[in-house]
């Protein structure tokens, strides 16, 4: 199994610039989770899809960023226009299974770094 | 408001000194706690999971318990390659919440 992708790895722009995040789950693996991680707050959860639906958005910080899942194996976040302070390390991750009174583990993908100058 | 909290922040160990680390928790209704490793530059990569109180996991040199309030991951004789990031994460409704992280180095 090729885990979690996503791309680019890499990414630095310049503020004011549009943004665009991609990630593929992990085949069979119908929840999809993003994350963005700094060194002031830690791992934090953007968002979060089941089945392709979008549930929890509470943790998008602005307007500016949105998310899309348009199939099981593809998701996007953009963050338009992109400022300083969202460079960060940005996670995506997928679990097998929605919701029950147990839950299975998250599997993460290596992140994209961003850099906003 | 359901809050997850590590100690310590970081821990330097010789090789082969034992120790623990702890992940205390107060959330509605956990639906399971996580234990991940993240290594500089990578994602976080999952450990175990516990699901109820007196539930313990192994593997290799790691250990994970758990009870009502805390979660403790021992490390047993480590060696320079358990130095990472260690993360513990509650499940609640939906959602998973991780805590700040417990950095260890282990020096030969």
């Known amino acids: 199994d090729a885990g979690v992708i996503q791309s680019p790895r890499h990414e630095v722009t310049e503020m004011g610039q549009e943004v665009t995040l991609r990630c593929k789950p992990i085949?069979?693996?119908?929840?999809l989770f993003w994350y963005r991680q700094t060194m002031m707050r830690g791992l934090e959860l953007l968002i979060y899809f089941n089945n392709n639906v979008p549930i929890d958005d509470s943790g998008m910080p602005e307007d500016r960023f949105s998310a899309k899942m348009p199939n099981a194996s593809f998701s996007t976040l953009k963050i338009q226009p992109s400022e300083p302070r969202d460079s960060a390390v940005y996670f995506c991750?997928?679990?097998?299974?929605?919701?029950?009174?147990?839950?299975?583990?998250?599997?993460f993908g290596p992140g994209t770094r961003l850099t906003v100058l | 408001e359901d809050q997850v909290t590590q100690s310590p922040e970081a821990l330097r160990l010789q090789e082969g000194e034992s120790s623990s680390l702890n992940c205390s928790y107060t959330?509605?209704?956990?639906?399971?706690l996580f234990w991940y490793r993240q290594d500089p530059g990578k994602g976080p990569e999952f450990l175990f999971t516990l699901y109820s109180a007196g539930e313990e996991k192994e593997k290799e040199r790691l250990k994970a318990t758990l009870t009502k309030k805390e979660s403790f991951l021992h490390i047993t004789a480590p060696k320079p390659e358990d130095s990472a990031t260690y993360l513990c994460a509650v499940q609640t409704w939906g959602k998973l919440q991780f805590g700040a992280g417990t950095q260890v180095v282990v020096t030969p």
């Open positions: 991750a997928s679990r097998k299974g929605t919701s029950g009174s147990s839950y299975n583990e998250q599997f």
């Open positions: 085949s069979g693996h119908n929840s």
């Open positions: 959330v509605s209704g956990l639906r399971g």
